[in-house]
């Protein structure tokens, strides 16, 4: 399957939103060889809050599942956990403008590129991709003391995040692969290892590349030059966020 839409899932409003994937060479190299996009495994982000729910979840549960044998009620929290395995992510950065804090925040060093792309683009890339169903939508950022996620789709907290990270603005996409064995859902067997390559289509997913602003002249052309060997004809531009001001 490609790109599905879900109700879910909230779609930005224009096709033509830029967005911006903030990496380092070795990884814009690994893109162009390997033409795919890499998804991590949720339960290797960072933030050990992913694919949690929030604590006035936890404290409705009684009444969200009344009904429910108390036995499954007891696995809510051990599945919801577990999911995590089974939940790989790709993220990129909504903004109309390159982020200066996207570039101190994603790189290590000034050897940095930052592919820049639409939500159209990024959309139609997944058209090679027949083998998941692929899941667009934007992170919503909430209170996870006071704030209530929905229930019904086990995807929900995948797409919530806590209110400090808002400044990530972050389109995440997501693919999910549960495990089965004999008809019954499998939580003891690994589907993914640390996450999956996810085969694109770089002519479309690529608008622009923009170089990191403190990177020499050099670092810029051997971008330039890297880019040629792959046949990717896009623009690549030295970022002008280092420029001097002018008085």
Known sequence: MVYVEHKDFEKPEKEDLKIWRYIDFTKFVSLLEKRALYFVRADRLPDPFEGSYSKINVKLR???YKGMPEELQKQVPIFTKELRRYVTVNAWHMNEVESAAMWKLYLKSDEGVAIQSTFGRLKASF?????DAVYIGKVKYIDFEKD???????????????????HERELRVIIARLATKDGQLDLTTNVFDEGIYVNVNVDALIERLYVSPT?????????????RKYDLKKETVQSSLADDPVY
């Open 62 to 64: 009684p009444i969200a």
């Open 127 to 131: 058209d090679v991709y027949a083998e």
């Open 148 to 166: 209530w996620l929905p229930d019904g789709n086990i995807l929900y907290p995948f797409m919530h995040k806590r209110k400090s990270f808002e």
């Open 215 to 227: 990177a020499p002249i050099w670092f810029s052309d051997l971008v330039r030059c890297v880019a």
